[in-house]
């Protein structure tokens, strides 16, 4: 069977946008629940602004409190240097710094320019490098942008190779911010020069208009091998309006199973771990499994006899 690589970013993208905040022991029950379900690359936290993103407030307390166990790796996102050094001080094992694609978002999202994040993507680099973390770019609104709309894979390519001339990046992720990419876009930007000589690739993508699965499957037919998704379908980003849920980790990982790629994650406890923290927020899960149930079913339904007579 092939193999994909799922990156859980519930406790990161799913709940920074929520309206009640989880709480610490909430997020660590989580956690514990992912690594239950079979995840091991965990986007546990974000760096940011805490009177910005509220529910990221207390990311230092959930990274000093997360089990560390072989083989589980947790990733802190940040949108600038400062977030950087918080992140290696909390003792993440990789980092994720996010520059968008487009210079409307760059403002709305990180209050600044893309030249500017180049930049300090440049001053963090040795930091991460003498650390020894890994570092994965990603590209917001790599397929379109909320505020200047459709969005040239020239200019998304143009980023990633001015970034790649300011750091070594361990992995390069294109992100669908807003929900709006679809199938035939994603596999044509994912395949273009600039993107496709990358060794590790990653997609992320957001449920809006329901077209996350299938651009699931379009990144794998262009070699990706690591995708993000939420359990419970959380998520959203606090800077880009309209912006919905993530790729519920149940739906994308049956889907995936079915088409006979191994994800090494347990669809079934993933749906649980995806209600309970639903529970946590006060929200109803997001997901056809949650709504469902899996197939086949696990046991086999009765066969209901109607009476026409
Ligand atoms: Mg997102």
Redo the contacts with the bound molecule.
């Keep these: 069977m092939r193999t994909v690589e799922i990156v859980e970013?519930s406790p990161r993208?799913g709940l920074q946008n929520e309206q009640r905040i989880a709480s610490t022991e909430a997020k660590l029950d989580l956690v514990d629940r992912l690594i239950e379900a079979g995840a091991r690359r965990i986007e546990a936290v974000s760096f940011v602004h805490p009177k910005l993103v509220p529910a990221m407030a207390d990311a230092e307390a959930v990274m000093a409190r997360v089990p560390r166990r072989d083989g589980i790796r947790y990733i802190g996102l940040a949108l600038n240097e400062r977030g950087v050094r918080r992140a290696i001080d909390a003792g993440v094992d990789e980092v994720n710094f996010v520059i968008p694609a487009t210079e409307a978002f760059a403002l709305a999202n990180q209050n600044t320019t893309r030249a500017r994040l180049l930049d300090e993507l440049a001053a963090v680099a040795p930091l991460l490098q003498d650390a020894r973390l890994g570092l994965t770019l990603t590209v917001a609104v790599a397929f379109g942008c909320p505020f200047s709309g459709e969005v040239a894979p020239d200019e998304v390519a143009r980023i990633v190779a001015e970034a790649a001339r300011r750091a070594e990046l361990a992995e390069l992720a294109l992100?669908d911010?807003i929900g709006c990419a679809v199938p035939g876009q994603v596999e044509a930007l994912f395949a273009r020069d600039a993107i496709r000589t990358h060794t590790g690739r990653r997609a992320?993508f957001?449920e809006t208009r329901h077209t996350a699965i299938a651009n699931a499957f379009a990144a794998l037919s262009a070699g990706v091998r690591a995708l993000?998704s939420s359990v419970g379908g959380l998520?959203?980003?606090p800077f880009a309006p309209g912006?919905a849920g993530?790729v519920a980790t149940e739906d994308l990982v049956w889907a995936l199973e079915r088409g006979g790629w191994a994800t090494g994650i347990d669809a079934g406890s993933a749906t649980e771990a995806g209600r309970a923290i639903c529970a946590a927020v006060e929200v109803s899960p997001r997901s056809g499994l949650a709504a469902a149930g899996t197939f086949p079913p696990a046991t086999p339904l009765e066969v209901p006899r109607q009476d026409h007579r």
């Design positions: 970013v993208d992100a911010t992320h957001h993000d998520g959203g980003c912006a993530n």
